[in-house]
């Protein structure tokens, strides 16, 4: 077995493999060629943690895996991130264990990767401002996600903790660009052509009407039963698109939409259906249009995956008998 740490994953794996490599197997999907298993997300009992299990498999590679893990709220003080995951991977064609991989940067990275996609097939084509509410760790995956596929100008941010807001700007320094704290979610939402949502909310924190004609949204924050940024309201006014439409409707942030009635499974365009040229992304400079990203356990499988022949390729990672 291949084991891979979580300083050689990032080594292997940049920005830009992970938004060409999670493209990839988003059209797969599509295609019909790769799947992904239910998703385990539990509270664990312990630690106050969630925990859970995303498994699938992509024949046109081909790989077949899953990544366990979650959130651990009380890691800081002990040196330690709150979120935690390893990703293990199967020989598609025995069933035997091939590779153990870290994959707290994966996870970040092929988040960012997911959105950047995203904003790529629906943003306009001129967008250039950036507004994100949350400033967290996975706002900087965003952050060079986005600036990778668009000529970003400006970033706008909000953070319920002031102190993230502010250490934030480092990073947009680091990309020579402009950055300024808001201080208030309507602020940012108002002046973004491009809006990311990637908090841990349970509760709407972006309204109906704050959002102009033309922006595009990526809501990366829901991805559990009663996680919430967005107004339902404003997700039944956006054209809306999604990684896949049952763990959006169930966990993501279309759960609260259709719950109400305002939004139904047909209203869900799958982002690979746009990749793949079978639907159509936006179609008027006006349209707010949504991405609703739950994270597939595809996403991890193709960048872990991804981790491991590049790794074969340069003997690198540990080998250990199994």
């Known amino acids: 077995m291949l084991i891979i740490s979580e300083n050689l994953a990032q080594e292997l794996v940049s920005v830009e493999d992970a938004i060409d490599a999670v493209a990839a197997t988003f059209v797969a999907m599509t295609r019909g060629q790769a799947r992904n298993f239910p998703v385990v997300r539990e509270v664990a009992g312990y630690a106050d943690a969630v925990y859970g299990v995303k498994a699938g498999i992509d024949?046109?590679?081909p790989f077949?895996?899953?990544k366990a893990g979650g959130y651990w709220p009380h890691n800081l003080p002990k040196g330690l991130t709150n979120h935690q995951s390893s990703t293990l991977l199967f020989d598609p064609e025995t069933g035997r264990a091939t590779a153990l991989v870290s994959a707290n940067y994966l996870t970040g990275v092929r988040t960012g990767a997911a959105s950047a996609i995203a904003t790529r097939a629906l943003s306009r084509v001129d967008a250039s401002v950036l507004g994100i509410i949350g400033t967290g760790g996975q706002s900087v995956y965003q952050l060079r996600a986005t600036a990778a596929v668009r000529q970003l100008t400006r970033v706008h941010g909000w953070?319920?903790?002031?102190e993230n807001a502010a250490r934030f700007g480092e990073a947009c320094a680091a990309l020579g660009l402009d950055y300024v704290v808001e201080p208030t979610a309507e602020r940012v939402a108002a002046a973004a052509d491009i809006l990311i949502t990637v908090t841990p909310s349970q509760k709407a924190?972006?309204?109906?009407?704050?959002?102009r004609p033309g922006t595009h949204i990526s809501a990366m924050g829901a991805d559990t039963k009663g996680k919430q940024e967005l107004d339902p309201h404003l997700v039944a006014a956006c054209k809306v698109f999604v990684d896949e439409a049952a763990?959006?409707?169930t966990i993501g942030e279309c759960q609260h939409a259709h719950r109400l009635g305002l939004i139904s499974e047909i209203d869900l365009r799958p982002i690979g259906d746009v990749l793949d040229g079978t639907a159509k992304g936006r179609t008027g400079s006006?349209?707010?249009t949504l991405f609703d990203g739950?994270?597939?356990a595809l996403q991890d499988l193709v960048v872990a995956n991804l981790a491991v022949r590049r790794a074969l390729a340069s003997g690198r990672g540990v080998v250990a008998d199994y």
């Open 64 to 66: 077949l895996g899953l």
């Open 294 to 296: 739950t994270g597939v």
């Open 159 to 162: 953070d319920a903790v002031p």
């Open 205 to 211: 924190m972006i309204r109906n009407g704050w959002v």
């Open 247 to 249: 763990q959006s409707l």
């Open 59 to 61: 024949t046109s590679v």
């Open 286 to 288: 006006d349209e707010i």
